[in-house]
């Protein structure tokens, strides 16, 4: 599908810079994948069965976006899905680097498949998930950092690791 793109990641967990970007990328295409990656080199808190639970919940009311789980590579997943854009979201100029080394990896490994780098508002461009997780671990406020129906989930899951 032309109108359609994936957004993919490891949403360990989701925020709402996460969410911004969903929201965003749901107003511009007319379906968006959010795919969560199952078997990513980082060391991941939240399974991958929780994370793709957590990203439901969070768009529940985006009538255009669907969440799947993927492994392997990003393009292949695309490829299967029959989609040709993927969205990817950069915070700081740090995060350009290695967004832009993806992408051209990418381009190299599936000509036919574009890399569309969408920012968040400003007021959520300093949240990552390892900054969630750190908040949560200590008991601190999770509002303003994720959608107000995964607070609870996220605290508890963090809470519980210590």
Do not use: W
């Amino acid at each position: 599908m032309r109108h359609s793109a994936i957004y993919p990641g490891t949403f360990d967990p989701l925020t709402l810079g996460h969410y911004d970007l969903m929201e965003r990328a749901s107003g511009i295409f007319d379906r968006v994948i959010v795919a969560v990656a199952e078997n990513s080199r980082k060391q991941t808190l939240f399974t991958v069965d929780e994370r793709v639970d957590m990203a439901r919940r969070a768009t529940q009311k985006l009538s255009n976006v669907m969440v799947k789980s993927f492994s392997g590579l990003l393009i292949d997943f695309a490829q299967e899905q029959k989609i040709h854009v993927l969205v990817r979201g950069i915070r700081a100029f740090s995060d350009f680097e290695y967004e832009f080394q993806m992408a051209l990896t990418n381009r190299k490994l599936a000509p036919g498949i574009e890399t569309l780098f969408l920012m968040p508002k400003e007021a959520y461009s300093y949240i990552s998930s390892s900054t969630v997780r750190e908040v949560a671990e200590r008991g601190g406020d999770l509002h303003g950092f994720v959608p107000a129906s995964l607070v609870a989930t996220i605290r508890r899951k963090c809470l519980g690791r210590l």
